[in-house]
Nanobody, 121 residues
Framework: QVQLVQSGGGLVQTGGSLRLSCAAS????????MGWYRQAPGKQRELVAT???????NYTDSVKGRFTISRDNAKNTVYLQMNSLKPEDTAVYYCNAKVRRGGSSYYSDYWGQGTQVTVSS
């Protein structure tokens, strides 16, 4: 079994910063792309940022220049540093990882439990 456990998040004022972490554990052979998604009330889940092994990060336009995604491959952990937060960033944030389990020949999607980020105006 594979688990993604998130930490971080919370309540912050406009212009503030938060850092999210997500660690993958379990029967892992390798981890390919990792990323962050978010879902605001009444809206569909949207991509925030993704990062592959050794590749450049990818961001949705609304967070470019404010958010930074990074990963620690040795720890199978992905981070999201969020600066200059705005009320419109308020959402539940989910991490995602494409994981190849031990004994498997393909990658599957796994999700974290979600964490609330609230930015007050």
């Amino acid at each position: 079994q594979v688990q993604l456990v998130q930490s971080g998040g919370g309540l912050v004022q406009t212009g503030g910063s938060l850092r999210l972490s997500c660690a993958a554990s379990g029967s892992i052979f390798s981890v390919n792309a990792m990323g962050w998604y978010r879902q605001a009330p009444g809206k569909q889940r949207e991509l925030v940022a993704t990062i592959t092994v050794g590749g450049p990060p990818n961001y949705t336009d609304s967070v470019k220049g404010r958010f930074t995604i990074s990963r620690d491959n040795a720890k199978n952990t992905v981070y999201l540093q969020m600066n200059s937060l705005k009320p419109e960033d308020t959402a539940v944030y989910y991490c995602n990882a494409k994981v190849r389990r031990g004994g498997s020949s393909y990658y599957s999607d796994y999700w974290g439990q979600g964490t609330q980020v609230t930015v007050s105006s």
